[in-house]
């Protein structure tokens, strides 16, 4: 009985490590791709997952944009018809170089970063159906 | 009191709720310096969430 405690034991701790090891790689990932891309998380509370893709969607957008000039409506609008496709409704997005802020999001909708200049804010909100009594 | 009038750009809102919108931003000028935004923006939401239910956004 002993025996299989300990083998129980020595293949949790070994699974554990591999999950461990697991997430360092993923975030070793993550920092080398947002180096890479130009891009610092101000603040965040979302997966890494949504969080690439927001990334990734707001490189290649700015990459397609002529240098120095920059469109902040239209980098707003593919994030957020983006998210609203891929996540549903109703995500928010506001783009700009100089701007404050103070709003309530649903969890793990939240990210705010920069890339290059450009500062992207981008949260959800929770969607109530309208009242047709 | 702040002088300068609110200039509205694009709106979706009662008469009665720009104002609301239009008299706190110049409290909230009052109060604050013009560079303190993130405080701007949060005392405008929170009165909004008060004033008119709560899910406000400000920025």
Redo the contacts between chains.
């Keep these: 009985m002993e025996g299989a405690e300990e083998e129980l034991e020595r293949r949790s701790k070994f699974l554990k490590s591999l999950i461990q090891k697991k997430k360092t790689i993923e975030q070793q990932e993550q920092h080398d791709h947002l180096q890479h891309n130009n891009v610092r998380v101000r603040a965040c509370d979302m997966p890494l997952p949504l969080q690439s893709r927001a990334f990734r969607c707001a490189r290649d957008l700015l990459d397609s944009m002529p240098p120095k000039k920059l469109d902040s409506k239209r980098l707003a609008l593919t994030l957020k018809k983006e998210f609203d496709s891929s996540y549903g409704p109703a995500w928010?997005c506001?783009v700009g170089t100089s701007?404050?802020?103070?709003?309530?999001h649903s969890l793990g909708g939240f990210v705010y970063f920069s890339i290059d200049k450009v500062y992207v804010?981008l949260f959800k909100?929770?969607v109530e159906p309208l009242d047709h009594s | 009191m702040l002088e300068g009038k609110a200039v509205i750009g694009e709106t979706d809102m009662l008469q009665t709720m720009q104002q609301d919108a239009t008299d706190l931003a110049s409290k909230a000028l009052d109060f604050f310096d013009v560079t303190?935004?993130?405080?701007?923006?949060?005392f405008?939401?929170?009165e909004f969430d008060r004033m008119h239910g709560?899910?406000?956004?400000?920025?």
Excluded: D, N
């Design positions: 928010h506001i701007f404050g802020s103070y709003v309530t804010l909100t929770a | 303190e935004a993130i405080e701007i923006a949060r405008i939401k929170k709560p899910g406000w956004q400000c920025m």
